[in-house]
Nanobody, 125 residues
Framework: QVQLVESGGGLVQPGGSLRLSCAPA????????IGWFRQAPGKEREGVSC????????HYADSVKGRFTIARDSTKNTVYLQMNSLTPEDTAVYSC??????????????????WGRGTQVTVSS
């Protein structure tokens, strides 16, 4: 069982940046492929980015390519999502999720077994 805790959300103006963190309670993220997902009101959950547990392969949704960066810091047992050039369309609850070590990096929710509660990101002037 992995309990994931997200942090770093908040209110930011368009064009601004935020860095989200995903950390586990009582486990190590090194054993898991990690994904970031978001869900805006009235919309379906969307895969944003993921990072493979072994070789560090990453994937990004087309909507965030070039603006968001996912990274794993094993020394801090944390996965980060750096979000730059934010727009109001990025407003959503962002959640991280963990998939077993043998799972490839995926932007679909199916492989992920453990989910955090999410952190709100609001982009507004």
């Amino acid at each position: 069982q992995v309990q994931l805790v997200e942090s770093g959300g908040g209110l930011v103006q368009p064009g601004g940046s935020l860095r989200l963190s995903c950390a586990p309670a009582g486990s190590t993220l090194a054993h898991y492929t990690i994904g970031w997902f978001r869900q805006a009101p009235g919309k379906e959950r969307e895969g944003v980015s993921c990072i493979d547990h072994s070789d560090g392969t990453t994937h990004y949704a087309d909507s965030v390519k070039g603006r968001f960066t996912i990274a794993r810091d094993s020394t801090k047992n944390t996965v980060y999502l750096q979000m730059n050039s934010l727009t109001p369309e990025d407003t959503a609850v962002y959640s991280c999720a963990a998939a077993p070590w043998y799972s490839p990096c995926s932007l679909y929710p199916g492989p992920y077994s453990f989910w955090g509660r999410g952190t709100q990101v609001t982009v507004s002037s």
